[in-house]
């Protein structure tokens, strides 16, 4: 699974807030464990407009604590109907570049 710039959003302070979870949590950048108890992440930066002088910040958050860990929860709440088209707008990117 992955998100890339155009497909994360991007909190109004400027941060790019990721859930990874097994389960669908409603937000918008949710990356899926697809049943993994251990992965990668991996950050791509480029085209910044200021040099980057911070790296990736991890926090454990309890699913039923996820609203208050989120400062902007309800700005990336997204429906089912909105996941199932994001996924697909991915899968169409995908084909896209194998058939092209």
């Not at 910044?48 to 989120?70: K, N, S, W, Y």
């Amino acid at each position: 699974t992955s998100l890339n710039g155009h497909q994360s959003q991007v909190d109004p302070d400027g941060n790019i807030r990721l859930v990874i979870a097994e389960q669908n949590p409603g937000v918008a950048n949710w990356v899926e464990r697809i049943g993994h108890d251990r992965g990668y992440l991996q950050f791509r930066w480029q085209r910044v407009e200021a040099p980057i002088t911070e790296g990736p910040t991890l926090q454990v958050v309890p699913m039923a604590e996820l609203r208050d860990a989120l400062p902007y929860y309800e700005s990336n709440v997204v429906s089912p109907a909105e996941w199932a088209e994001r996924i697909a707008a991915r899968q169409r990117g995908v084909a896209g570049r194998l058939i092209g």
